[in-house]
């Protein structure tokens, strides 16, 4: 009975092992043409991230690594997509299987970096990014700098700058975040990494927040003068438009300092040179919410809203403002404009979800 019941479970295990290697063989026998059907999910993913619709897009990239888990290629743009969808956690996860897969793309470890040194986790960014360093990688080097100069170390911010420049002479925004490493030691060779970029190469838009000026001198006794000197030098980019940028530093520089009527006065220089200015219009919103007019600071944030439908700062300045004024139904409808054009990410959402 025992050697029976012994003969039984020797075959169930042989029927078993059968079954496991007849599934194993059909798989590899399968596997090119799953590859295939990946492959072509992927192309059409692509297809439709270029024309921006990225919900279709989604749905190729996640059927292509459900055929093939090991499409790195079409990891890193399910992670690209998750951070524009303002997931992060799932957007680093699928930049980690990516760069698993293939080690000698930088982008992966790149774009972790970017999503790192949002969470101000500076040592983590650095970290990724040595990683894949090399020398001559314009990006990595740049982004290297700016981490660095997040962290507040200028001496390895300047080298990593200093690179990335080296590698891409062309490298413009690199001059400009290199000018403010060294206007906190020496406001001449500031200016002269300024005057190397041309207005016509460097568009206003690409500017960092101005704030971060600010930000830069906090613990200086002259970091005002200091500030307000590297906007002299800043704005001579912009020629045509010197008054208009350098009053939109000063405005900020005085509101951070929370001498408002200071900062109102600045940044009134800069829309009388430009009436058409959104940003003047922004801050000007920002100062007088500051002071807490809201009724004023309305007004200012609707006439930028009037230039540029498409940002979700502005509307989410304008929720703020709302709430303020006791109008939910319109700080609700702003608030959900804002998410919509994926600003705020998470932390808007909560707002939103409190309000409700």
């Known amino acids: 009975m025992k ?162 420049i080296k590698a891409n002479s062309q490298n413009h925004l690199a001059r400009y975040y290199l000018a403010i490493v060294l206007a906190t030691k020496d406001l001449t060779q500031s200016e002269k990494e300024v005057e190397k970029i041309t207005s016509k190469d460097f568009e206003y838009k690409t500017f960092p927040d101005t704030n971060l000026l600010y930000y830069l001198f906090p613990k200086e006794v002259d970091f005002k003068e200091k500030a307000v000197t590297l906007a002299e030098n800043l704005a001579k980019l912009k020629r045509a438009r010197t008054q208009t940028y350098k009053s939109t530093i000063l405005a900020n520089i005085y509101a951070e300092s929370l001498e408002l009527d200071l900062a109102i006065s600045e940044i009134e220089k800069a829309l009388v040179t430009d009436l058409k200015y959104r940003d003047g219009w922004l801050v000007k919103g920002k100062i007088l919410y500051l002071k807490e007019d809201y009724t004023a600071a309305l007004e200012s944030f609707n006439k930028a809203v009037e230039l540029d439908k498409t940002n979700g700062l502005i509307y989410y300045f304008l929720g703020r403002t709302y709430q303020k004024l006791e109008n939910k139904d319109q700080a609700i409808s702003n608030l959900e404009k804002a998410i919509d054009l994926k600003y705020g990410g998470d932390e808007v959402k909560k707002e939103l979800e409190e309000l409700k």
Request: hydrophobic residues 40%.
């Open 3 to 164: 050697i029976f019941k012994n003969k039984k479970i020797i075959k169930l295990v042989l029927i078993f092992l059968l079954l496991v290697l007849l599934i194993s063989g059909y798989f590899w026998i399968l596997k090119p043409q799953l590859v295939k059907m990946a492959r072509n999910y992927s192309q059409k993913g692509f297809e439709d991230f270029r024309v921006e619709n990225y919900n279709q897009a989604f749905l190729n990239y996640k059927k292509a690594v459900t055929l093939n888990s090991a499409d790195a290629n079409s990891h890193f743009y399910l992670g690209v997509l998750y951070y524009l969808a303002s997931d992060k956690k799932s957007a680093t996860s699928e930049f980690k299987k990516s760069q698993k897969l293939d080690s000698g793309n930088y982008l992966s470890p790149l774009n972790l970096a970017i999503i790192y040194r949002e969470e101000k986790n500076y040592d983590e960014a650095i970290s990724v990014l040595n990683q894949n360093y090399t020398e001559t990688n314009d990006d990595i080097n740049f982004k290297l700098g700016e981490v660095y100069l997040a962290k507040e170390d200028f001496e390895n911010a300047q080298n990593y700058l200093g690179k990335s």
